[in-house]
């Protein structure tokens, strides 16, 4: 049976995705995911037999949902990537890549990782897009606390595994290990997720906006899981230099800047306005703007509904523990817009 694969997504919704879902005011038809990120909403619509396109700003999250969700039956073999290449195309992207020396790797494993990089160039299709996903996965699995952000001096003290176990109790040592080992430990997960749901789905990566623009055909829902503000939102810092290594970096709105999120959430509902028959958009009783202030936003456009659910984010403080209410509001827009 198909399984969402390990991605390790800051601020994923992955344990909540059934929920999410079963709220949703359709059993069937085409959702848009806005903001996929690491995709495990995306993964469940999927499996629950809609017709999914995902859309994300970031390149890293575009290669999971080519793999996963667009893709319906290729699958990667290890023997796809022992592709011959040469010396001196691994030394042209090593000096392309050096950018990452010393900054998230040692200069052994930027040169390790721009052979891998050449690899991903000569695979075709989906076979392409697993392994850029299995690239992408190895990255993080190296850096400590799974963010492209952390200051060098803290990654190489954390990589000290000896350091790490006096301090942590924990060695970590996977983050010493070659990114191969990681594809490989990885390969027949990342295999498992692809299924087939019978239905033409689709990877986009463009900023909201423009995704809302260009969508050709109209579609049941739009759900929304921005980056708000004052929360783990810096996605372009947490993951971005993987985009900068396949120089596919594209300008987006950022959301959370500067008090604007809910002009620009209006901003975009009015035009999803014409594209869908729902909105529906996660929150949380944490985040701001609150959820009675994007409601009132919402109700000029249509008829506002919000689910709840008590829900147990992952906390290092305890008294934190148990406090958090996950949110669904549902717009259902009005017909004569
Ligand atoms: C909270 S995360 C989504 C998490 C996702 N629901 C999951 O379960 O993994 C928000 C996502 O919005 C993306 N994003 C931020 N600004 C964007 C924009 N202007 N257009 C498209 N995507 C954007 C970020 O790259 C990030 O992946």
Not at 173 to 198: E, K, M, Q, R, T
Not at 205 to 227: C, S
Not at 239 to 249: A, E, H, T
């Amino acid at each position: 049976m198909s399984k969402y694969p390990k991605i390790n997504y800051i601020g994923n919704k992955n344990k909540l995705t059934d929920w999410i879902v079963n709220n949703f005011p359709y059993k069937k038809g085409t959702v848009l995911d806005l903001f996929c990120g690491g995709c495990s909403v995306s993964y469940a619509l999927k499996e629950k037999g809609y017709k999914v396109f995902s859309n994300d700003a970031l390149y890293s999250n575009y290669v999971l949902a080519k793999s996963i969700i667009e893709n319906n039956n290729v699958f990667l073999e290890s023997k796809d990537f022992e592709i011959e290449v040469s010396k001196k195309e691994t030394l042209n992207k090593y000096k392309e890549i050096k950018f990452l020396e010393n900054r998230l790797y040692f200069p052994y494993e930027v040169e390790e990782l721009a052979n891998l990089v050449c690899k991903s160039e000569k695979l075709q299709d989906y076979k392409k897009y697993l392994f850029l996903s299995l690239i992408r996965r190895a990255m993080i699995r190296k850096i400590p606390y799974s963010r492209m952000n952390v200051p060098w001096n803290q990654i190489v003290k954390l990589r000290d595994e000896d350091y790490s176990y006096e301090k942590y109790k924990r060695r970590r040592a996977y983050h010493n290990l070659p990114f191969i080992d990681h594809i490989n430990d990885n390969l027949s997960n990342y295999n498992n997720a692809v299924f087939n749901n019978g239905k033409e789905n689709q990877a986009f990566n463009r900023d909201a906006f423009k995704m809302i623009e260009k969508l050709d055909e109209n579609v049941d829902i739009i759900y929304m899981d921005p980056p708000y503000p004052a929360t783990m939102n810096k996605y372009g810092d947490f993951y971005g230099l993987y985009d900068s290594i396949f120089k596919r970096k594209i300008n987006y709105i950022n959301f959370s800047e500067n008090n604007k999120f809910l002009e620009n959430l209006e901003k975009l509902i009015i035009k999803c306005l014409y594209k869908t028959k729902y909105i529906v958009i996660s929150e949380n009783n944490k985040t701001k703007p609150s959820i009675d202030e994007i409601s009132s936003m919402l109700s000029k456009y249509g008829k506002v509904e919000i689910k709840e659910k008590k829900h147990q984010y992952k906390v290092t403080n305890k008294e934190n523990k148990n406090e958090t209410i996950e949110v669904l509001i549902i717009l259902q827009v009005k017909e004569n817009k």
